[in-house]
């Protein structure tokens, strides 16, 4: 197994940030990794991500879990679950009046020993993913 994560403590309400989150259109403006993102956030859709890690190249995951202003969670990979990617997005308010965010990628599968060494490290884009949408829910209207 192989994962990534990244959290953010942000002074905003969970609808605000599940707002911004979902509206992947917009992504590119916020997270300077995202080139872009194709398709709609619902359950059971697919969305593909294009990252400045793969110019040009699409990531096709499926939106396999959707509880709105709390939790989302994108699956991907090949069939079978040879080689699997699970992100899954996390808002739960704090006592503070904030909310805690996480971002965490779990790759894993049989082939995840062959293909894990060609997977580019994530750390910088998941921190700056967490910073932009933290900047982005504090200071948006």
Known sequence: ???FEA??????TPEKIWGILTDTDK????DPFCEKIE???????KVKAFSKLSPGRGFSVKVTELVPNERMTWSGGMPFG????????????NV????????????????LALIGGSLPDLSEAFEKF????KNRAETAD
């Open 1 to 3: 197994m192989k994962k």
């Open 7 to 12: 959290e953010a403590t942000i002074n905003a």
């Open 27 to 30: 992504w590119p403006e916020w």
């Open 39 to 45: 398709g709609k956030v619902a359950l059971g859709q």
């Open 82 to 93: 040879l080689f699997k990617g699970v992100r899954t997005y996390v808002l739960s308010p």
């Open 96 to 111: 503070e009046g904030a909310v805690d965010f996480t971002m965490r990628e779990v790759f894993s599968g049989p082939m």
């Open 130 to 133: 967490a910073e932009g949408l």
